[in-house]
Nanobody, 126 residues
Framework: VQLQASGGGLVQAGGSLRLSCATS????????MGWFRQAPGKEREFVAA????????YYADSVKGRFTISRDNAKNTVYLQMNSLLLEDTAVYYC????????????????????WGQGTQVTVSS
C-alpha cells in the first residue's frame, strides 16, 4: 500500500486547509486510517484517526472541535479538514494505514500502523 499525502501549505492563523491522503496498491476500505504530525524538534504525535467503516473517529485533545477526519472508500482517500488553525499546528503531517480492523481501539498509537505516507508540510503564520 502506498500513501500520498497532499494539501499542505502556508496559511494564516485562523485559516483552513484540507489534507488528502490518496492510497494505491490495494483497496484500503477495510483499513483504519490515521493522521499524525511532527513539528521541528518534537516527537511525532497523534492527530486524528478513523475506523475502516468511518463510524468511529478519534481526535487529539489539541485539535478536537477544529479538525475533522473523513474518508471516501470509493476513492481510497482519507481527508483531514483543518479549521481555525493555530501557530502550534505547524508541522509535517503524515497519514498512516492499519490493515487490521481489530485494531480500532488502538488507532491513536503510531505503532498500530503498517503503512505511512511521505508527509505534507503545514505552516501556520501569524
Amino acid at each position: 500500500v502506498q500513501l500520498q499525502a497532499s494539501g499542505g501549505g502556508l496559511v494564516q492563523a485562523g485559516g483552513s486547509l484540507r489534507l488528502s491522503c490518496a492510497t494505491s496498491g490495494r483497496t484500503v476500505s477495510s483499513y483504519g486510517m490515521g493522521w499524525f504530525r511532527q513539528a521541528p524538534g518534537k516527537e511525532r504525535e497523534f492527530v486524528a484517526a478513523i475506523t475502516w467503516s468511518g463510524s468511529i473517529t478519534y481526535y487529539a485533545d489539541s485539535v478536537k472541535g477544529r479538525f475533522t477526519i473523513s474518508r471516501d472508500n470509493a476513492k481510497n482517500t482519507v481527508y483531514l479538514q483543518m479549521n481555525s488553525l493555530l501557530l502550534e499546528d505547524t508541522a509535517v503531517y503524515y497519514c498512516a494505514a492499519d490493515p487490521d480492523p481489530r485494531h480500532s481501539w488502538s488507532l491513536k498509537q503510531g505503532s498500530t500502523y503498517d503503512y505511512w505516507g511521505q508527509g505534507t508540510q503545514v505552516t501556520v503564520s501569524s
